[in-house]
Structure formats: C-alpha cells, structure tokens
C-alpha cells in the first residue's frame, strides 16, 4: 500500500521538476555511445549562443568544425565551414578541443552571418541566415561519434540576436 | 543565326537598407545592418523560337568610396591617443572594388556576380542570386535576387605605443557607399547592365567606458551614443542601363584579384595609426 502511495508521488514530482525546467529553461540534448562517451550541448542566452559539457567518464577530443544545420524544406540541411569550437579570434586555437570528464566549454556564439560569423570581420558582401530554426552538430576528431544540439531559432534581424 | 534580346527590366526594392546602432559584444563594438534585399526581372525575347545557349541574369555589386575610422583615448591625457584609419591609402590602396560573397556561400570575385549560381537561399522556396535560361523557348522571364547585410566591427582597446598604456575606443565613423546593377550575362560571357540604383550605410558613434578596469569587455561600458546626423541609410532611385560614373566604371565587370571584403580586411589587418603622447585632434580626413 505504502509502495503504491509513493509511486504516484514521485510521478508528480517528476512531473513537476520537468515542467519547471521545461519552462525556464532550455532542454539541452544530449548523445551517448557504447563507450561511455557523452556530450551535452546546451543553447545559450542569445540566439547562436552554445556550451559544451562532457557528462561522460573519458577525456573527448573534439573536431573544433562545427556543421550548422538549418530546417529547410521538411529536412535538416547542412552548412559547413561557419562555426568552429573557438573562444577567441587572435590567433584561433587549433587542433582537436581536448574536453575532460565534467568539464565545459563556451565558443564564441555565431553571429548568423556567413562574413563575420563568430570573430570580428570587415564583412561588405554579407549572407544573413535568419530567419529560420537551426541546431549545431558536433564530431569527435575521429569521426566515430556525433552529438546533435537543441534546436535554436534566429530572428528576423541580425541585430536583435543581441537583445535577449 | 538566332539571337537573343533583352526585353523588359525591373529592381524592386523588397527591403530599403537600414543600420542598428552600435552593439557592445564581447572585446568588440558591433556595426550590423538590417539589409537590403532587391528583386530583379528580366524579360529575354529572340528573333527565333529558342533560345540559343546559357544566359545568366543576376546582380553585380561594387563599393565605391568608404569612410573608416576609429579614434582612442587614454584614460588621462598623459596615456595619449590614437587615429586608427582603415578608409584611406595606403591601408585602403583603391575605393572602388567589386563586392561578392566570401565562404561558405562563395563567389569567386571573377564570377562577376555577387552571389553563386546554383544557390537557393536557406529558408525559401526558390529565391536565387543568379537564374538562368537554358536553351529552350523564348520569351523567358528571369527573376533573380539581391540580398547583402554589410557587418564591421571594432575593438574596444588598442595599445597606445607611444606611451604604452591602453586607449579605449571613443569614436568611430563608418561609411559604405554601393552600387547595385541588375545584369545579364549571355553565352559569350557578356555582360549587359539594365538597371542600377545607389545605396549606403552611415554610422557614427561615441563610446565611452563606466569602468576602466573592466573595459576589456562590454560589461565595462556605457550604451554608445549615436551621432544621429552621421547615422543612417539611403537608396536612391532605379536608373535605367549602366551607371556612367568614372569613380568606380572601372570594377564593373572587369577582372580583378580581390573583391571588397579582402579588401577592407587587408585595410583593417594593416590599417594607418597615427598616435599622440596626448589626448590629440587628428585628421579624419588622411
């Protein structure tokens, strides 16, 4: 009977908790493999914004190129060569982002332009990418793994990705 | 033999050009546009009932004069300042460059074109930089589109060499003057230019820090305060054919080795630095 009593409990606490973060915050999302490897990617405040977490038990080596793939025609198409896993423009860190057990990780966030897209640049020929519903894809540097992140979306402007 | 003629022409303005005041972010202050966004029409007619080979209507380009500068101050006059020029020779060595579109979206600056072929913009249907009639029945209508979003950016600090100690940036002036044609390019290679219209940005800020020792980054600045007179956007009307105008005729269709994002960022990798032991009045002009 007790048993009975708490199951139900714990279902609305359940609940609960989930409706609350289903509320307040962003659902990050996150991949695993058979060998323990898992990554989170959580959106960030602004639009573009993302972090990386490594929720597994083993050191992840992460390929820095970042496809960005934007819902287009009932299907994720993929843009390559925008976004990378870097936290600074001078000079850009290179190689494979090493990301130990527990640890995060915060790129610069994009911008949503194709000229300028996460470092400054003096862009006069610029491709804007919003409005739209995009989310980032990630490799490991040998290309075994592949972790896809929440959805985002841009807005209509490019300047107002700044004012959330 | 059969030939070809161009027929009726139109630019229609979808969105008129528009700047955001300036966004402090990160290290950098931010100049975004709201952008321009043009549709063209092209109407091509032949003396034969096909149309003989590849014809490509898209819009060409250029920017012909820009105004670039960012102006530093120390904290105290005794820690100087500094003129940081990006729109004059020899850091800018021309004015007048073709403009097309870099990576991931990219066109070769000697494709002409501001935009690939091939390419449907994300998020529509079937909107396109370039479109194409293959051979087939004439006439055809041809209906390609024109979308730009002009960015720059400048940091918040430079290092003042003559005094060695940190300028923040107090003051910048921005001006990109364009030129957009709608154009057709026939199966020789040739280009036809039916109709032009001129346009540009303006920005001109003052910036300040709240807190000097946090100005390495936005948190440490005040909201920067727009000098509205030198602040806006413009486009002009539709003029009819190609634009007579010797300051940029050159660059039109001509083959060049760089287009102006290279440019300008040529300019602002090796721009002109002109600094003062003192807080300095300098020369926007040079």
């Not at chain 1, 804007?128 to 979306?153: A, H, I, Q, S």
């Not at chain 2, 700047?19 to 546009?33: D, Q, T």
């Not at chain 2, 063209?40 to 060409?60: C, E, K, M, Y």
């Not at chain 2, 380009?61 to 300042?81: F, I, L, M």
Request: proline fraction near 8%.
């Amino acid at each position: 009977m007790g048993q009975l009593r708490r199951a139900p409990l714990a279902c609305v606490i359940l609940a609960c908790a989930f409706a609350l973060c289903f509320q307040s915050c962003q659902w990050p999302e996150a991949a695993s493999s058979s060998r323990g490897l898992m990554l989170v990617i959580a959106n960030g405040k602004l639009p573009g914004g993302f972090r990386v977490t490594n929720k597994g038990e083993i050191p992840l080596s992460l390929d820095r190129e970042v496809t960005v793939e934007i819902w287009d025609k009932a299907k994720w198409n993929e843009i390559k060569g925008i976004v990378k896993l870097i936290d600074g423009c001078n000079p850009q860190p290179k190689g494979c982002l090493r990301l130990m057990p527990g640890s995060s990780f915060g790129p610069l966030s994009w911008t949503g332009m194709s000229c300028g897209a996460q470092c400054g640049e003096a862009c006069r020929a610029n491709e804007y990418y919003g409005p739209g519903k995009f989310r980032y894809v990630l490799k490991d540097c040998d290309g075994k793994e592949r972790w896809t992140g929440p959805e985002f979306e841009l807005p209509k402007v490019p300047t107002d990705a700044y004012k959330n | 033999m059969p030939t070809a003629a161009l027929g009726v022409s139109h630019i229609l303005i979808n969105q008129r050009p528009g700047v955001s005041p300036p966004v402090l972010f990160g290290a950098e202050a931010r100049f975004s546009s709201t952008g321009i966004i043009l549709s063209g029409q092209v109407t091509l007619s032949g003396n034969a009932p096909h149309l003989p080979g590849d014809w490509w209507a898209g819009f060409i380009q250029v920017e012909w004069v820009e105004t670039n500068w960012a102006y530093y101050r120390g904290k105290d006059k005794v820690d100087g300042s500094l003129l940081v020029q990006m729109g004059r020779a020899p850091a800018r060595l021309r004015q007048a460059c073709r403009d097309t579109l870099d990576a991931p979206v990219r066109q070769p600056v000697n494709g002409i074109f501001y935009g690939p072929p091939n390419y449907v913009w994300p998020g529509t249907s079937n909107a396109r930089y370039q479109e194409s009639a293959a051979p087939g029945t004439v006439p055809v209508t041809l209906n390609p589109r024109h979308r730009d979003f002009p960015f720059d950016q400048k940091p918040l600090v430079r290092r003042n060499a003559k005094t060695g100690k940190v300028n923040f940036l107090t003051e910048v002036q921005l001006e990109f003057h364009f030129c957009t044609m709608l154009a057709v390019r026939d199966q020789a290679g040739s280009f036809a230019i039916l109709k032009h219209l001129y346009w540009n940005l303006r920005w001109q800020a003052k910036f300040e820090p709240s807190n000097f020792a946090m100005a390495a980054s936005a948190a440490g600045w005040k909201p920067p305060t727009v000098e509205a007179l030198g602040t806006g956007a413009n486009v002009g009307v539709i003029h009819d054919g190609r634009p007579l105008d010797a300051r940029f005729g050159g660059v039109v269709t001509a083959l060049q080795a760089s287009n102006c994002n290279a440019v300008a960022n040529a300019a602002e990798r090796n721009p002109i630095i002109r600094e003062s032991n003192q807080w300095d009045n300098f020369d926007v002009r040079r």
